[in-house]
């Protein structure tokens, strides 16, 4: 049974949530303010997050980072009533898995969860499989997540290590945006894009140690992972 932590300040919207995720197999942890989900997160194991972005104490936002710091392979959702842009982009920088804007049926929310979750135990299975790649003068251990350079290392998240794994299994290929984003988010919608250009833009930065490696933009088609 998947463990998820909630987080909803609205009591009514809160109770009937949760009974429906039960109902749909889920075990449910229901906290009313980001503080109380902070500590609940600290004291036990989950599978995913389910966080309202405007909460009491602490707001989805500043939950998610602080989860982010314990834990930076949980998968975690946004809730939120909202529908600005900022948002969104402001979820997608925090590395979000998705996005939901209120209302939505209850339903469409089950199949949104159940979607990251097969998709998080698939791409961790792959990168366990893989587990040590060289690329340039770096080293990918897939299994620990680690890549490293010399003295150079840094620890990724899974969704990190499985798009580096992509790439350089297609190595000096021109990749079109949307056979990336289907092969590792599993959709081309415009939320995955925008999380995607968030991620190549880390990745950059973590293979400058190395000029030989590159990551180039062909606009309007894709990306091009360049090795020597």
């Known amino acids: 049974m998947k463990h998820i932590l909630l987080a909803e300040d609205d009591?009514?919207?809160?109770?009937?949530?949760?009974?429906?995720?039960?109902?749909?197999?889920?075990?449910?942890?229901w906290a009313k303010d980001g503080k109380e989900a902070l500590e609940l997160f600290k004291k036990d194991a989950y599978n995913i997050c389910v966080f309202d972005?405007?909460?009491?104490?602490?707001?989805?936002?500043?939950l998610a980072e602080h989860i982010i710091e314990i834990n930076p392979e949980m998968p975690f959702i946004f809730l939120t009533?909202?529908?600005l842009k900022e948002d969104k982009i402001k979820g997608l920088k925090l590395g979000a898995d998705d996005y939901v804007v209120k209302p939505f049926e209850a339903e469409e929310l089950v199949l949104r969860l159940n979607n990251i979750l097969k998709r998080?135990?698939?791409?961790?299975?792959?990168?366990?499989?893989?587990?040590?790649?060289?690329?340039?003068?770096?080293?990918?251990?897939?299994?620990?997540?680690?890549?490293?350079?010399?003295?150079y290392?840094?620890?990724?998240?899974?969704?990190?290590?499985?798009?580096?794994?992509?790439?350089?299994?297609?190595?000096?290929?021109?990749?079109?945006?949307?056979?990336?984003?289907?092969?590792?988010?599993?959709?081309?919608?415009?939320?995955?894009?925008?999380?995607?250009?968030?991620?190549?833009?880390?990745?950059?930065?973590?293979?400058?140690?190395?000029?030989?490696?590159?990551?180039?933009?062909?606009?309007n088609v894709g990306l091009e992972f360049k090795v020597g």
């Open 11 to 29: 009591l009514d919207f809160g109770n009937i949530l949760k009974q429906y995720l039960e109902i749909s197999g889920y075990k449910i942890t």
């Open 81 to 83: 009533a909202r529908k």
């Open 153 to 219: 290392k840094k620890q990724l998240t899974q969704k990190e290590g499985e798009l580096i794994t992509f790439l350089f299994n297609h190595k000096n290929q021109l990749l079109k945006r949307e056979d990336i984003l289907n092969a590792v988010w599993k959709n081309d919608d415009f939320f995955s894009g925008r999380s995607m250009d968030v991620f190549i833009s880390r990745l950059r930065k973590y293979f400058k140690l190395d000029t030989s490696i590159r990551i180039e933009s062909i606009r």
């Open 53 to 62: 972005v405007m909460m009491p104490k602490m707001d989805g936002f500043t």
């Open 120 to 151: 998080t135990e698939k791409a961790s299975n792959q990168l366990q499989e893989t587990e040590k790649l060289q690329i340039g003068n770096y080293n990918l251990d897939s299994k620990r997540l680690e890549l490293t350079c010399g003295d």
